[in-house]
């Protein structure tokens, strides 16, 4: 069964770092996009972080520009989100997405359609 596992949520205090992992199976990730969603309470998912597997073209979320870093580890088939500096604001439920499918150009990663998504992981940013 293709799947993905997340792993690495928890509580952290402002500042902090955590690192989210993301571990596929049935399938070979290097040959997917793959990106990271959060949806914190009362909002919209939104957009993190998305990494393209043809180039390994990675974008960001401006709000998490210069503190989150996308990568995959081909050899264990997992994707990674390393996550400094985090603020309360960054309280979320996060889930990573893949698709055999970069995004076209005439569309955006965030509104791309992922085939495959994780359970969710809780992040919890205070002190």
């Known amino acids: 069964q293709s799947h993905l596992v997340e792993s690495g949520g928890g509580l952290v205090q402002p500042g902090g770092s955590l690192r989210l992992s993301c571990v596929a199976s049935?399938?070979?990730?290097?040959?997917?996009?793959i990106a990271w969603f959060r949806r914190a309470p009362g909002k919209e998912r939104e957009g993190v972080a998305c990494a393209y597997f043809s180039d390994d073209t990675t974008y960001y979320a401006d709000s998490v520009k210069g503190r989150f870093t996308i990568s995959r580890d081909n050899a264990k088939n997992t994707a990674y989100l390393q996550m400094n500096s985090l603020k309360p604001e960054d309280t979320a439920v996060y889930y990573c997405?893949?698709?055999?499918?970069?995004?076209?150009?005439?569309?955006?990663?965030?509104?791309?359609?992922?085939?495959?998504w994780g359970q969710g992981t809780q992040v919890t940013v205070s002190s």
């Open positions: 997405a893949a698709d055999p499918d970069d995004p076209m150009a005439s569309e955006t990663w965030t509104t791309h359609v992922y085939e495959y």
């Open positions: 049935g399938f070979a990730l290097h040959n997917y996009a």
